[in-house]
C-alpha cells in the first residue's frame, strides 16, 4: 500500500502514560498499523519505575522513506499522546516545541508521592494551562470515564488514538485501525475497540 504524506519526514510520535494503562499496547498498535499502511516505524520505549504507576514513555518515528533511530531529539516531537496529565507536562518539557499538538486524558493517576501526601498533585485547570502554555494545540479528554462506560477503563488508550486519528494527527482511519487489531482480537474484544476508537473520533469532532 502506498503511503499517504506525513506533514513531517520523520513525523515524531510520544504516547506517554504510566505503568498499568496501556501505553506500551497503544504504541504497538498505532505502529502496526502505519507500518501495514507502508511507512517505516520505529518504537522506542523508555520506563521509569517498572511497578505499575511508574512513567511509561513510547517515542514513534514514521516515514515515508527512511527509518531514523528510535529516540527522538529533544525539542522535536510533532504529536504527543498522554494517557495521563502530568506526564504529558513531562513529556513537553523535553521533546516539545511551538508547533507540538498534545492529545491528553484528564484523568490523574497519582504517584507514590502523592497518595503518601508528601507531594501535592496539581489542580487539573493549571496542569491545562500549563499544557496549553507548552503546545500550539492540545484537546482535553475524559478517555477513560469514556472507556468505563464500556466497561473496559484500558481501552482509555484506544479512544486517544481515535481522537488523535479523527483530528487528523495521526494518518489513519477507522478501516486501517480494525485491520490492524482485527487478526489479534476475539470479535467481542475488536467490537469494543472499535466502539473506543468511534468514541475518541466523536469526542474531537
Not at 499496547?25 to 505499575?52: C, D, H, P, Y
Request: with cysteine; hydrophobic share 40%.
Amino acid at each position: 500500500m502506498k503511503p499517504v504524506s506525513l506533514p513531517h519526514d520523520p513525523y515524531n510520535v510520544i504516547i506517554t502514560g504510566v505503568g498499568g494503562q496501556g501505553n506500551v499496547m497503544a504504541s504497538r498498535v498505532v505502529g502496526n498499523i502505519l507500518s501495514r499502511k507502508g511507512f517505516n516505524t520505529i518504537i522506542g520505549e523508555t520506563f521509569g519505575a517498572s511497578q505499575r504507576g511508574g512513567s511509561v514513555t513510547s517515542h514513534l518515528r514514521i516515514s515515508s522513506h527512511s527509518h531514523w533511530s528510535p529516540q527522538i531529539p529533544k525539542g522535536r516531537c510533532h504529536l504527543v499522546i498522554a494517557l495521563e496529565p502530568t506526564e504529558a507536562i513531562r513529556v513537553l518539557t523535553h521533546y516539545g516545541n511551538p508547533n507540538v499538538r498534545v492529545v491528553c486524558n484528564t484523568r490523574p493517576v497519582h504517584a507514590i508521592g502523592v497518595i503518601s501526601g508528601e507531594q501535592p498533585y496539581p489542580p487539573m485547570d493549571r496542569l491545562k494551562a500549563w499544557i496549553a502554555e507548552l503546545s500550539a494545540d492540545c484537546r482535553f479528554l475524559e478517555a477513560t470515564e469514556k472507556a468505563l462506560e464500556l466497561g473496559k477503563p484500558i481501552l482509555g488508550n484506544i479512544v486517544l488514538i481515535g481522537a488523535a486519528a479523527g483530528l487528523g494527527a495521526l494518518p489513519i482511519d477507522r478501516q486501517d485501525f480494525e485491520a490492524g487489531i482485527s487478526a489479534s482480537l476475539s470479535s467481542d474484544m475488536l467490537a469494543l475497540n472499535l466502539k473506543a476508537y468511534d468514541l475518541g473520533v466523536r469526542l474531537v469532532q
